[in-house]
């Protein structure tokens, strides 16, 4: 004959694993690139541990009504389910997730293409990596007329911290129409690596990603100098 005890625990066992089984809601977020001409390319992902993703067997977006192919579905875990797509305007997604264990979650994202990413929507680690030299930031600027400039930002590492490096992202001031520039092509100086040219007539402080083969990535600052050119 079963206790009222051993009824209660049976009756926790279960409660405990359906609540563990229950379905939950999840970070999705996502980043953006200016094209140009009020075009965006973005891409939505989510930005949760590999042990969640690991319970998800594929994610299921719709987007706004005028893509031609709103409703997506992405069964590749690797970097979070991720979707990229362009376009010209916010608009909500609908993120359904279908989970391993047959069940499924429907929730709402609002595609943002104004605020800067977040560290963790990039999965930026601002621990330098091993081996890795001194990254240094510069700029080289000359004068158009009396208040414009034309002036180019770079980064300058050692040719083996170079070789590490997939991509440099400079986050502009918000008042260019293009102020998010990721920049893939290292240039032939190891002084003056992956350079953007831009112009304008006042400094100000530009956001450096430095983004590396094995998805790490380190943040830095930069203050434009019109001054001595460096």
């Known amino acids: 004959m079963r206790t009222l005890g051993n009824i209660a625990i049976a009756v926790a066992a279960v409660v405990s694993g359906a609540l563990a089984q229950a379905p939950r809601t999840v970070q999705v977020q996502n980043t953006y690139r200016y094209h140009g001409q009020g075009r965006y390319e973005w891409t939505v992902f989510l930005s949760e541990s590999q042990s969640v993703l690991d319970q998800i067997a594929c994610v299921e977006y719709t987007l706004h009504p005028t893509y031609?192919?709103?409703?997506?579905?992405?069964?590749?875990?690797?970097?979070?389910?991720?979707?990229?797509?362009?376009?010209?305007?916010?608009?909500?997604?609908?993120?359904?997730?279908?989970?391993?264990?047959?069940?499924?979650?429907?929730?709402?994202?609002?595609?943002?293409?104004?605020?800067?990413?977040?560290?963790?929507?990039?999965?930026?680690?601002?621990?330098?990596?091993?081996?890795?030299?001194?990254?240094?930031?510069?700029?080289?600027?000359?004068?158009?007329?009396?208040?414009?400039?034309?002036?180019?930002?770079?980064?300058?590492?050692?040719?083996?911290?170079?070789?590490?490096?997939?991509?440099?992202?400079?986050?502009?001031?918000?008042?260019?129409?293009?102020?998010?520039?990721?920049?893939?092509?290292?240039?032939?100086?190891?002084?003056?690596?992956?350079?953007?040219?831009?112009?304008?007539?006042?400094?100000?402080e530009v956001g450096v990603k430095v983004e590396f083969r094995d998805g790490s990535a380190r943040e830095l600052r930069h203050m434009l100098r019109f001054d001595s050119g460096k």
């Open 68 to 204: 031609p192919d709103p409703v997506r579905k992405v069964c590749d875990a690797n970097g979070g389910f991720r979707l990229t797509s362009d376009g010209s305007g916010e608009f909500t997604v609908f993120v359904n997730i279908e989970w391993k264990n047959q069940r499924a979650t429907r929730q709402e994202y609002r595609l943002d293409l104004h605020t800067p990413p977040p560290a963790a929507a990039a999965r930026v680690r601002r621990a330098a990596a091993p081996g890795l030299g001194p990254i240094r930031t510069g700029n080289t600027a000359r004068r158009l007329g009396r208040s414009e400039w034309e002036w180019t930002v770079f980064i300058a590492a050692d040719p083996s911290t170079l070789g590490q490096i997939q991509c440099v992202q400079y986050t502009l001031h918000p008042s260019f129409p293009d102020p998010i520039r990721r920049i893939c092509e290292p240039g032939g100086r190891a002084d003056a690596a992956f350079p953007t040219t831009a112009r304008g007539g006042e400094a100000f």
